[in-house]
């Protein structure tokens, strides 16, 4: 026959285990704080008894309640990383929306959602998008916002008269072609592919992926690891990361200077124009193949330079 305490004690450990459950199966991190917090008080305040040996139930009790909470939340949290960065598809878990409304463009277009973008740059001057965003339409100016995080966002859109695209999202996939006055993309993870002219462009994000034909003005990228694969023809070119990974022509660049601490690839120079390549970097290997002869100033910093 159990005591009194004993009693006391055994239905203390049933409502600690209740609270256990509830916090291990909600998403709300301060409730599961909160949570946490009380299953330690109430064991606290139950071994009054035994009050030598508090500071060490407080201690087994974090563990116990604690930790398996935040590898919960933080298990989320990775597992929603992998998803944006594309990684590991298995845990996508994403729906996709395709196009069911139509909407005529203006010369310029902002679209900042929660969830994924994947835009497709066609001819025309109609946009295409999932009718569950919010469109707000002002002079000369298209906004459209909304959307879920676990959601993938379809969208179509015209470049006849386009001059400037915004798109902002947790990843974003954007193909086709294009010639634009400003194109600037900011997610966690971006894919740009296809052949694009603009004025000047501008991407942001942990991931960057580039493959295709670019050509401008100015070109901006900034980003952890940052990946380029083409043919690149701006006047003036900063690529700041990580790690950076070239596989690309540059073609009549005035001056292109890339910062990062691993820079690593290859880099063919073309044209008819004197170029400045600058490399700043604690390691990697680039080989540079010259195609304009003493047109080309190059400057490399910790990153050894392969000359063909």
């Not at 600690?16 to 008080?41: C, H, N, Q, R, Y």
């Not at 580039?210 to 023809?233: C, P, Q, Y």
């Amino acid at each position: 026959m159990f005591s009194i305490v004993q009693s006391k004690l055994f239905g203390t450990l049933i409502t600690i285990a209740a609270l256990g459950v509830v916090g291990w199966f909600t998403p709300f991190a301060p409730l599961k704080f909160i949570v946490a917090l009380a299953s330690i008080v109430i064991l606290a305040l139950s071994m009054k008894p035994y009050i030598k040996r508090i500071a060490g139930l407080v201690v087994l009790s974090i563990v116990i309640f604690l930790v398996p909470m935040t590898v919960n939340l933080y298990s989320r949290v990775i597992f929603q990383a992998l998803e944006n960065l594309n990684v590991w598809p298995y845990v996508s878990v994403q729906t996709e929306r395709k196009p069911t409304a139509t909407i005529r463009i203006e010369p310029s277009i902002s679209i900042s959602i929660d969830g994924s973008l994947e835009v497709s740059l066609v001819e025309g001057r109609s946009l295409e998008y999932p009718s569950e965003l919010k469109v707000r339409s002002l002079q000369d100016r298209l906004e459209i916002s909304g959307g879920v995080s676990s959601r993938k966002y379809v969208l179509r859109i015209g470049t006849d008269g386009l001059k400037t695209l915004q798109l902002s999202a947790t990843s974003i996939s954007l193909k086709g072609e294009g010639s634009l006055e400003e194109l600037e993309l900011r997610a966690t993870a971006v894919n740009v592919s296809g052949n694009l002219v603009s004025t000047r462009l501008f991407v942001d994000g942990t991931g960057v992926n580039m493959s295709g034909n670019f050509s401008g003005e100015n070109l901006i990228v900034d980003g952890t690891g940052v990946n380029l694969n083409g043919k690149f023809s701006f006047a003036r070119t900063k690529i700041d990361g990580t790690g950076v990974n070239l596989k690309i022509e540059l073609s009549n660049c005035e001056s292109v200077f890339v910062d990062a601490v691993g820079i690593n690839g290859t880099i063919d120079v073309t044209g008819t124009l004197p170029t400045v390549l600058v490399l700043n970097g604690t390691g990697g290997t680039v080989t540079v193949r010259n195609k304009i002869g003493n047109k080309l100033q190059l400057q490399s910093s910790n990153v050894k330079i392969r000359s063909e």
